[in-house]
C-alpha cells in the first residue's frame, strides 16, 4: 500500500537566520549582564595582557572591571570633572585619559598612582593615545589641536593645528610611530607626521567624524560619522575605497577583533554590527537595550562590552566551555549517510514515525471541510499559520474550496463560522510577505464563491469584510508609496553617478591639456 504524501507545511516557514561559522561563533557569547554606572559611558579598553581587564571611564573616574566577575578591581578616582577616553599602554601596565579638566594624565595600573600630568591644552581634551615603540602619548582637544608629548619630560614635542571643530576622534599608525590621524567635527580627518611636523593629507568624510580605527597593516584606516563607515587608502594618497552604511543612526565606534579579522561597529541604533574585514560584509548583529556610545572586545573575543546612553554597562562573555575553542573552520551537520546524499537535489525527511496531523487525515479521506475546519483552529492559526496556509494552498490546487465555502441552508451555522474564521486569518495574515502572493489569490477566490450571499451575511461578517478591505487597501497605498521612493532614489543615484562621471571626463580633458602644453613647449 502506497504511503498518503503529507503537506509540506515547512517552506511556508518563517526563515531563522544562516547558520554560518561566524553565527555559531558570536552566539556562543552569553546573554548581555547589565552593571549600572553614574553616567554615560565615554569610553572602553581593554588590557592587552591576560586576564585582559577592561577599563571603563565614566563620569569623574576610570574604573578597572574584571571581565569575569564584572566587579570592579581599580578605581582611578583623580578626576575633578569629567574623565576622557582612558587607554592602557601595550603592556598593560600603564593608562592615559584625557578630561574636562584640560589636562592628561598617566596612572600605574597596580598601584593606582598618578605619575604624569600633562598642561598645554586650552580646552577639554576628549581622546589620547600611546605611541608604540616611543615613550610619548598624543591628545587630542576641542581646541581644535594634537599635541604630542614627551613622557619622561611632560614637554610638548609637536603642536598640529589645521581643524576648525572640536577633535573627537584620533589614533596613532600602529606600524609607523610618526603617523598621527585626526578626525574633527568639522568633517575633516588629516594626517599629521612628526618627522616632518606638517599636515601629509586631508581626507573628507562629509559628517562630524566620531571614531577612526587603522587596519592592523597601516596602509588602510576607517573612518566613522553620520550613519556611513568610510574606507581610506593610505597608499593611494588617502583614496576613499568604499563606504558602508548597515545602520541608521549615527555610528559612534569601531573596534578590531579575532586579531583584526572581524570590525565592530557600534551605533546609537542598539546594534553592533560585525564586518568580515576581507570583504566587509555583515557577518553578525549584537543587540543591545540603548543607544552605544563605546565599544571593547577583548584581544582573544572572550567578552565584549557595549557603553550605553544611559549608563549602563553591557557585559557578554564567551561561556566557560567555548572560551578555549578557536574559530570554527566551517559548519558541520551531522546528517546520516551524508557522503551518500550530498549530491542530491533535496533529502525528504522520513516522517513514518511522526503524529499524522488532523488536516492529513482528513485530506487522506477526501473530507475536505473537515480538513479546513482543522487547519482553522485558534490553536494551529495562532502558533502555525503556515500550517493553515499550506491546507488552503491543497484546497485551492485540488479545486475544493467551492466544495467546503458552498452555502447550504441545512449547515448554516458551521458555515458562517467557518467564513468569519477565513475572513479573520485574512485580515491576520495576507500582509505576512511569506503569504502575500498565495493568500490574495485564495482571497480573491473566496469573495467570487461567497459574492451571492454577501447581502445576507450578518453585519459582524460585514464589518470583517470592511476591515479586510482596508487592510488590502492600506497595503496597496504603502506599495505605491515605496515604488515612488524607490524611482526618487533611482533618479538621484543617476544624477550622482552621471556627475562623477562628468567631473572624470573633465578631469581628463584638463590632464590631457597640460600634457599637450607641456609637450608644446
Same mark, same amino acid.
Given at each position: 500500500?502506497?504511503?498518503?504524501?503529507?503537506?509540506?507545511?515547512?517552506?511556508?516557514?518563517?526563515?531563522?537566520?544562516?547558520?554560518?561559522?561566524?553565527?555559531?561563533?558570536?552566539?556562543?557569547?552569553?546573554?548581555?549582564?547589565?552593571?549600572?554606572?553614574?553616567? @554615560?559611558?565615554?569610553?572602553?579598553?581593554?588590557?592587552?595582557?591576560?586576564?585582559?581587564?577592561?577599563?571603563?571611564?565614566?563620569?569623574?573616574?576610570?574604573?578597572?572591571?574584571?571581565?569575569?566577575?564584572?566587579?570592579?578591581?581599580?578605581?582611578?578616582?583623580?578626576?575633578?570633572?569629567?574623565?576622557?577616553?582612558?587607554?592602557?599602554?601595550?603592556?598593560?601596565?600603564?593608562?592615559?585619559?584625557?578630561?574636562?579638566?584640560?589636562?592628561?594624565?598617566?596612572?600605574?595600573?597596580?598601584?593606582?598612582?598618578?605619575?604624569?600630568?600633562?598642561?598645554?591644552?586650552?580646552?577639554?581634551?576628549?581622546?589620547?593615545?600611546?605611541?608604540?615603540?616611543?615613550?610619548?602619548?598624543?591628545?587630542?582637544?576641542?581646541?581644535?589641536?594634537?599635541?604630542?608629548?614627551?613622557?619622561?619630560?611632560?614637554?610638548?614635542?609637536?603642536?598640529?593645528?589645521?581643524?576648525?571643530?572640536?577633535?573627537?576622534?584620533?589614533?596613532?599608525?600602529?606600524?609607523?610611530?610618526?603617523?598621527?590621524?585626526?578626525?574633527?567635527?568639522?568633517?575633516?580627518?588629516?594626517?599629521?607626521?612628526?618627522?616632518?611636523?606638517?599636515?601629509?593629507?586631508?581626507?573628507?568624510?562629509?559628517? @562630524?567624524?566620531?571614531?577612526?580605527?587603522?587596519?592592523?597593516?597601516?596602509?588602510?584606516?576607517?573612518?566613522?560619522?553620520?550613519?556611513?563607515?568610510?574606507?581610506?587608502?593610505?597608499?593611494?594618497?588617502?583614496?576613499?575605497?568604499?563606504?558602508?552604511?548597515?545602520?541608521?543612526?549615527?555610528?559612534?565606534?569601531?573596534?578590531?577583533?579575532?586579531?583584526?579579522?572581524?570590525?565592530?561597529?557600534?551605533?546609537?541604533?542598539?546594534?553592533?554590527?560585525?564586518?568580515?574585514?576581507?570583504?566587509?560584509?555583515?557577518?553578525?548583529?549584537?543587540?543591545?537595550?540603548?543607544?552605544?556610545?563605546?565599544?571593547?572586545?577583548?584581544?582573544?573575543?572572550?567578552?565584549?562590552?557595549?557603553?550605553?546612553?544611559?549608563?549602563?554597562?553591557?557585559?557578554?562573555?564567551?561561556?566557560?566551555?567555548?572560551?578555549?575553542?578557536?574559530?570554527?573552520?566551517?559548519?558541520?551537520?551531522?546528517?546520516?549517510?551524508?557522503?551518500?546524499?550530498?549530491?542530491?537535489?533535496?533529502?525528504? @525527511?522520513?516522517?513514518?514515525?511522526?503524529?499524522?496531523?488532523?488536516?492529513?487525515?482528513?485530506?487522506?479521506?477526501?473530507?475536505?471541510?473537515?480538513?479546513?475546519?482543522?487547519?482553522?483552529?485558534?490553536?494551529?492559526?495562532?502558533?502555525?499559520?503556515?500550517?493553515?496556509?499550506?491546507?488552503?494552498?491543497?484546497?485551492?490546487?485540488?479545486?475544493?474550496?467551492?466544495?467546503?465555502?458552498?452555502?447550504?441552508?441545512?449547515?448554516? @451555522?458551521?458555515?458562517?463560522?467557518?467564513?468569519?474564521?477565513?475572513?479573520?486569518?485574512?485580515?491576520?495574515?495576507?500582509?505576512?510577505?511569506?503569504?502575500?502572493?498565495?493568500?490574495?489569490?485564495?482571497?480573491?477566490?473566496?469573495?467570487?464563491?461567497?459574492?451571492?450571499?454577501?447581502?445576507?451575511?450578518?453585519?459582524?461578517?460585514?464589518?470583517?469584510?470592511?476591515?479586510?478591505?482596508?487592510?488590502?487597501?492600506?497595503?496597496?497605498?504603502?506599495?505605491?508609496?515605496?515604488?515612488?521612493?524607490?524611482?526618487?532614489?533611482?533618479?538621484?543615484?543617476?544624477?550622482?553617478?552621471?556627475?562623477?562621471?562628468?567631473?572624470?571626463?573633465?578631469?581628463?580633458?584638463?590632464?590631457?591639456?597640460?600634457?599637450?602644453?607641456?609637450?608644446?613647449?
Amino acid at each position: 500500500m502506497a504511503h498518503f504524501k503529507r503537506l509540506n507545511t515547512k517552506i511556508y516557514e518563517a526563515k531563522g537566520p544562516d547558520v554560518t561559522p561566524d553565527f555559531i561563533y558570536w552566539k556562543q557569547l552569553t546573554q548581555p549582564v547589565l552593571v549600572k554606572e553614574f553616567g @554615560p559611558i565615554d569610553h572602553i579598553d581593554f588590557s592587552p595582557k591576560e586576564p585582559h581587564h577592561f577599563a571603563v571611564t565614566c563620569s569623574v573616574r576610570v574604573q578597572i572591571y574584571n571581565p569575569i566577575t564584572k566587579l570592579v578591581t581599580k578605581n582611578l578616582s583623580r578626576f575633578r570633572e569629567n574623565a576622557y577616553g582612558a587607554v592602557f599602554r601595550s603592556d598593560g601596565t600603564l593608562i592615559v585619559a584625557g578630561g574636562e579638566e584640560k589636562n592628561i594624565k598617566i596612572f600605574d595600573v597596580s598601584t593606582k598612582s598618578m605619575l604624569r600630568l600633562f598642561k598645554g591644552h586650552s580646552a577639554p581634551v576628549h581622546r589620547v593615545a600611546f605611541v608604540n615603540r616611543e615613550p610619548q602619548i598624543v591628545s587630542f582637544s576641542d581646541d581644535k589641536s594634537v599635541k604630542v608629548w614627551d613622557i619622561p619630560t611632560e614637554n610638548t614635542l609637536h603642536t598640529f593645528e589645521g581643524h576648525n571643530d572640536y577633535i573627537r576622534a584620533g589614533q596613532v599608525s600602529p606600524d609607523v610611530p610618526n603617523i598621527v590621524l585626526s578626525g574633527s567635527y568639522d568633517s575633516i580627518i588629516k594626517m599629521w607626521d612628526t618627522r616632518t611636523a606638517k599636515e601629509v593629507m586631508t581626507m573628507d568624510h562629509k559628517s @562630524p567624524v566620531e571614531s577612526l580605527l587603522f587596519m592592523p597593516n597601516g596602509g588602510m584606516f576607517l573612518s566613522s560619522g553620520g550613519t556611513d563607515i568610510k574606507i581610506w587608502d593610505v597608499l593611494a594618497g588617502g583614496k576613499l575605497r568604499g563606504a558602508l552604511a548597515q545602520h541608521h543612526k549615527t555610528v559612534t565606534c569601531l573596534k578590531l577583533g579575532s586579531g583584526g579579522k572581524r570590525l565592530l561597529s557600534g551605533s546609537l541604533d542598539r546594534h553592533v554590527k560585525i564586518y568580515d574585514v576581507s570583504t566587509f560584509k555583515v557577518v553578525h548583529t549584537l543587540d543591545f537595550p540603548n543607544a552605544i556610545l563605546s565599544l571593547g572586545i577583548a584581544p582573544d573575543d572572550s567578552t565584549v562590552v557595549a557603553g550605553l546612553s544611559d549608563g549602563v554597562i553591557a557585559v557578554q562573555r564567551r561561556s566557560e566551555e567555548t572560551t578555549s575553542e578557536k574559530r570554527p573552520k566551517k559548519v558541520a551537520f551531522n546528517y546520516k549517510f551524508h557522503d551518500i546524499l550530498s549530491n542530491v537535489d533535496e533529502i525528504v @525527511p522520513d516522517l513514518q514515525n511522526e503524529k499524522e496531523a488532523k488536516y492529513d487525515y482528513y485530506f487522506r479521506k477526501f473530507e475536505y471541510a473537515k480538513a479546513l475546519k482543522a487547519a482553522l483552529m485558534p490553536y494551529v492559526v495562532n502558533k502555525h499559520p503556515e500550517r493553515t496556509v499550506a491546507v488552503l494552498r491543497e484546497l485551492q490546487k485540488r479545486k475544493g474550496l467551492p466544495k467546503v465555502l458552498k452555502y447550504k441552508d441545512s449547515n448554516l @451555522p458551521n458555515w458562517l463560522t467557518t467564513i468569519k474564521q477565513l475572513v479573520r486569518f485574512f485580515i491576520s495574515h495576507i500582509t505576512d510577505q511569506r503569504f502575500t502572493r498565495f493568500l490574495v489569490s485564495i482571497a480573491d477566490e473566496f469573495i467570487d464563491i461567497i459574492a451571492d450571499r454577501v447581502d445576507a451575511l450578518p453585519s459582524d461578517i460585514g464589518l470583517l469584510l470592511v476591515q479586510l478591505y482596508e487592510v488590502l487597501n492600506r497595503e496597496n497605498n504603502l506599495a505605491m508609496e515605496l515604488a515612488m521612493v524607490e524611482g526618487m532614489m533611482q533618479t538621484l543615484l543617476y544624477a550622482q553617478v552621471t556627475a562623477e562621471t562628468d567631473n572624470e571626463i573633465n578631469y581628463k580633458l584638463v590632464k590631457t591639456g597640460e600634457n599637450n602644453a607641456i609637450s608644446a613647449k
